[in-house]
């Protein structure tokens, strides 16, 4: 029994061995390799070829194709050796319709009459060049004997390659993994393997290294590893809840300081607003710790929510901290705490990377000492040294580039008793709820306060863009303020979009003194100082890239042209749109674009200009660009899947949550830790070694 219980771990170790264990490979190939993230046996049995190089048609020698690759059965005629440094070594080759010569550079001679035996026929195959009045091939990829011509002669698999790393030696080294690959025994039982018509899954990895199913991500093969990748996701994030829903001591209050709050608001709160606050309520009197996020549009009402649910928190007796994403939001939610908890006795105060040393050594001890109720500010309140005496409640301001891992570490800093809150401004298609936030509670905020005004959505054409500079005057004239959105920061040779510096000097000589310009290349200071500035109406146009699409107020700006607008996401266009309309006034958003827009780019425009529902704009964006391009999704680091994809495996994310939910509560089985580890998600939920 121990025997077989090694010899099986052994089966499944083989897939993490280092690359380096495969014969051939050395430490330069090894580093080519960790150039393509491929450092593990599994990486390379994950690497899938994308292609495939037609080497099936041997050619007569009058029938070659210049420039292309050709494969050829020839006759050996001679080997010349030149004596002369820096002149090629030439083999003369023949069929009975012509000549051709295989040209070799630094190539040693024995090598040569090794693979090219005199008047023996040999199979060649690589790029064919006419130099000379004749054909030659220049360092064939293939060279072998007439008896071993099926290895050559068929269509071979193109993969992802790095430089160092040529077609034919990446296929030696694929071919070892492949053809070592250990017999697993499968995690799916035959039955439901049959049931569900999918394959097994040493079948389907050769599969997809031996057929066209790599590039086909509907076949049997591709299909099954999808299941198993999401699967894999799905166990991952029921695993990671378990562990962060851990049991705590229950928080009691009676709402006496958010009724009255919520009586002395200038507006009533939305249903949503409403539910949202009960579901928070509820998880912070259970004895359940809350992992919780709020989804809302923007403008939604998620900070007041936030607010609210603090001040229940603080009359349990609970220190509270709440953490925006820069400087300058952090200092707005610290601005709205002190006005919403006026007529409180609340101890608020502000915390970042730029508070006075005197006044941070004073903050924190008042911390320690449990003298503040509320403290507000960047990540600066998660460093070690900043220490809470009875820290019950972390609300955590557009969290949404953070991944499983990361909200993992952020629920251990608030200790066993700490409720968290998430809130997210990027709407979320529904077929990517599970596959994104599938450990934590999700409240959804879908209404708008009915105070928002609606924004007033326009396209022009940038060739019209003279007829804008009178209707900028006029609004800076009463005092509005302006954002002027750019793709770029830089003029670019390659892209026709435009950039914001040329922009922001165009617009500059118009308006003398009252533009500000802000891109992802400055530093923080920098970009904190141009807001500030636009916050305190000492400029009153500001050009920017899309740095400014997280959710800051900007009351006095009410429109915001974005230019190359078809260039943008639907998602990413409607977060931009979200930073005007934000005051009392009513908005303006206009979209500039270029003539000859595809269809796609058309579309997004109309939906833009004809909702302002963030969710049902996310679905359509969905629809339109896919899962990979979604807003905040690829650019996040976070990327979830290599294989799947919510919107093309739908049916397959369905049956991987009802398979999950149907498997029994001691989720920890070998076979599925075998998984994780596969899929890399063993690290997140501290899946031991076998």
């Known amino acids: 029994c121990i025997i077989y219980k090694l010899m099986k771990a052994e089966k499944k170790q083989f897939f993490f061995n280092n690359i380096n264990e495969i014969k051939g490979v050395g430490k330069k190939l090894t580093s080519y390799f960790k150039n393509k993230r491929i450092e593990k046996i599994k990486d390379i049995i994950f690497n899938f070829p994308y292609s495939d190089t037609d080497r099936s048609k041997i050619s007569k020698l009058d029938n070659l194709e210049i420039g292309k690759i050709n494969t050829i059965k020839v006759l050996v005629k001679k080997i010349y050796f030149p004596r002369i440094r820096n002149l090629p070594n030439r083999v003369i080759c023949e069929d009975d319709t012509g000549k051709i010569e295989i040209i070799y550079f630094n190539s040693r001679e024995g090598y040569l009459?090794?693979?090219?035996?005199?008047?023996?026929?040999?199979?060649?195959?690589?790029?064919?060049?006419?130099?000379?009045?004749?054909?030659?091939?220049?360092?064939?990829?293939?060279?072998?004997?007439?008896?071993?011509?099926?290895?050559?002669?068929?269509?071979?698999?193109?993969?992802?390659?790095?430089?160092?790393?040529?077609?034919?030696?990446?296929?030696?080294?694929?071919?070892?993994?492949?053809?070592?690959l250990p017999k697993i025994r499968d995690w799916l039982s035959d039955q439901f393997i049959k049931s569900n018509r999918m394959i097994g899954w040493n079948e389907a990895i050769s599969r997809l290294h031996n057929s066209d199913d790599s590039k086909n991500n509907q076949s049997h093969s591709f299909r099954r590893l999808v299941f198993d990748e999401i699967c894999a996701n799905f166990i991952t994030l029921s695993k990671n809840r378990k562990r962060i829903k851990r049991k705590k001591i229950a928080k009691s209050f009676k709402k006496i300081n958010s009724s009255r709050i919520i009586k002395n608001l200038p507006f009533e709160l939305t249903n949503g607003q409403k539910n949202a606050l009960e579901e928070i309520n509820n998880d912070i009197k259970s004895n359940e710790r809350m992992f919780r996020i709020i989804q809302g549009d923007v403008g939604s009402g998620k900070t007041i929510v936030s607010l609210l649910s603090i001040a229940n928190v603080i009359e349990a007796k609970y220190?509270?901290?709440?953490?925006?994403?820069?400087?300058?939001?952090?200092?707005?939610?610290?601005?709205?705490?002190?006005?919403?908890?006026?007529?409180?006795?609340?101890?608020?105060?502000?915390?970042?990377?730029?508070?006075?040393?005197?006044?941070?050594?004073?903050?924190?001890?008042?911390?320690?000492?449990?003298?503040?109720?509320?403290?507000?500010?960047?990540?600066?309140?998660?460093?070690?040294?900043?220490?809470?005496?009875?820290?019950?409640?972390?609300?955590?301001?557009?969290?949404?580039?953070?991944?499983?891992?990361?909200?993992?570490?952020?629920?251990?800093?608030?200790?066993?008793?700490?409720?968290?809150?998430?809130?997210?401004?990027?709407?979320?298609?529904?077929?990517?709820?599970?596959?994104?936030?599938?450990?934590?509670?999700?409240?959804?905020?879908?209404?708008?306060?009915?105070?928002?005004?609606?924004?007033?959505?326009?396209?022009?054409?940038?060739?019209?863009?003279?007829?804008?500079?009178?209707?900028?005057?006029?609004?800076?004239?009463?005092?509005?303020?302006?954002?002027?959105?750019?793709?770029?920061?830089?003029?670019?040779?390659?892209?026709?979009?435009?950039?914001?510096?040329?922009?922001?000097?165009?617009?500059?000589?118009?308006?003398?003194?009252?533009?500000?310009?802000?891109?992802?290349?400055?530093?923080?200071?920098?970009?904190?100082?141009?807001?500030?500035?636009?916050?305190?109406?000492?400029?009153?146009?500001?050009?920017?890239?899309?740095?400014?699409?997280?959710?800051?107020?900007?009351?006095?700006?009410?429109?915001?042209?974005?230019?190359?607008?078809?260039?943008?996401?639907?998602?990413?266009?409607?977060?931009?749109?979200?930073?005007?309309?934000?005051?009392?006034?009513?908005?303006?958003?206009?979209?500039?674009?270029?003539?000859?827009?595809s269809k796609n780019s058309i579309q997004r425009i109309k939906i833009l200009k004809k909702s302002d529902d963030g969710f049902y704009i996310a679905e359509e964006d969905l629809k339109l660009r896919g899962f990979g391009d979604l807003l905040g999704y690829q650019q996040s680091g976070i990327k979830t899947f290599r294989f799947a994809d919510p919107l093309l495996h739908q049916d397959l994310f369905k049956l991987a949550e009802h398979f999950i939910l149907n498997q029994n509560e001691n989720i920890n089985e070998k076979k599925f830790d075998f998984l994780l580890k596969l899929f890399d998600k063993a690290e997140i939920i501290n899946v031991n070694d076998f």
């Not at 002669?153 to 992802?160: G, H, Q």
């Not at 004073?362 to 009875?390: E, P, S, Y």
């Not at 500079?469 to 954002?483: A, D, G, H, P």
């Open 113 to 180: 009459r090794k693979i090219f035996p005199i008047n023996k026929y040999v199979i060649i195959s690589g790029k064919v060049n006419f130099y000379n009045k004749k054909y030659q091939i220049t360092n064939p990829d293939y060279v072998t004997t007439i008896e071993n011509k099926d290895y050559v002669v068929k269509n071979i698999p193109k993969y992802n390659l790095t430089k160092g790393i040529n077609e034919k030696k990446y296929r030696i080294i694929c071919e070892q993994a492949i053809n070592n």
């Open 319 to 597: 220190q509270c901290a709440l953490m925006g994403p820069t400087e300058i939001l952090a200092q707005q939610h610290y601005n709205l705490a002190l006005k919403i908890f006026k007529g409180t006795n609340f101890k608020i105060e502000f915390l970042s990377g730029k508070t006075d040393t005197s006044k941070r050594k004073i903050i924190l001890d008042r911390l320690k000492n449990g003298d503040i109720d509320l403290i507000v500010g960047t990540h600066a309140l998660f460093q070690k040294k900043i220490l809470f005496k009875k820290l019950g409640y972390v609300v955590i301001d557009e969290q949404h580039k953070f991944g499983v891992k990361q909200r993992s570490e952020l629920a251990k800093k608030g200790g066993d008793n700490c409720d968290v809150l998430l809130m997210s401004a990027t709407p979320i298609p529904r077929t990517m709820m599970m596959s994104l936030y599938g450990d934590m509670d999700i409240s959804k905020i879908t209404e708008k306060p009915l105070t928002r005004k609606k924004i007033l959505t326009l396209s022009k054409p940038e060739k019209k863009i003279d007829e804008l500079w009178v209707y900028l005057e006029k609004q800076i004239n009463i005092k509005n303020q302006i954002f002027w959105v750019c793709p770029l920061i830089e003029e670019s040779k390659i892209l026709d979009f435009s950039s914001a510096k040329k922009k922001f000097d165009l617009i500059n000589k118009k308006f003398p003194n009252k533009v500000g310009l802000i891109h992802g290349s400055l530093s923080k200071d920098e970009k904190d100082d141009v807001l500030k500035k636009f916050l305190n109406n000492k400029i009153s146009i500001l050009v920017s890239t899309t740095v400014i699409e997280v959710g800051i107020d900007f009351p006095n700006a009410n429109l915001i042209i974005i230019e190359n607008a078809n260039k943008f996401g639907l998602a990413q266009l409607h977060q931009l749109r979200g930073r005007v309309g934000r005051g009392n006034k009513e908005s303006t958003c206009i979209l500039l674009f270029k003539e000859g827009l």
